[in-house]
């Protein structure tokens, strides 16, 4: 009963069937990301990554970002980022659960409605 309770977990690293079960395997296939960006994002704090990535939206728009309601969707934007996170350092939905601090139940509406399996399944090229 033990080996078939471990062989249902998923594996912890990209697999060959090209599942990426890791957001930095997922953002270079993607062509988002690369070995020297990682280096350079390592050296900030969360606080200062959030603030550059919405400094570089700003100019994009001529520093008029209003009407994106940013104080109430931080919460879900951050509950999207950990759920990422632990989707690649857990391998089965009570590990994610325990890591993140919730029950299964919450776990199970919040990949729903973040359909997380769908972004480390799909490329930018699908």
């Keep these: 009963?033990?080996?078939l309770t471990w062989a249902k977990k998923r594996p912890r690293y990209k697999r060959s069937d090209s599942q990426h079960y890791s957001i930095s395997s997922k953002l270079k296939a993607d062509n988002k990301t690369n070995d020297e960006f990682e280096v350079m994002l390592s050296r900030l704090t969360l606080e200062e990554l959030i603030s550059l990535k919405?400094?570089?939206?700003?100019?994009?728009?001529?520093?008029?970002?209003?009407?994106?309601?940013l104080w109430r969707k931080i919460p879900t934007i951050a509950r999207d980022a950990?759920?990422?996170?632990?989707?690649t350092g857990t391998r089965t939905k009570m590990e994610m659960a325990s890591?993140?601090?919730?029950?299964?139940?919450?776990?199970?509406r919040w990949l729903k409605k973040l359909n997380l399996?769908?972004?480390?399944?799909?490329?930018k090229n699908h």
């Design 1 to 3: 009963m033990h080996k």
């Design 54 to 69: 919405l400094e570089v939206a700003a100019r994009a728009v001529n520093h008029k970002l209003y009407g994106f309601d």
């Design 82 to 87: 950990l759920l990422k996170y632990a989707y």
């Design 99 to 108: 890591f993140l601090g919730v029950t299964r139940q919450d776990l199970d």
């Design 117 to 123: 399996e769908d972004y480390f399944t799909k490329t």
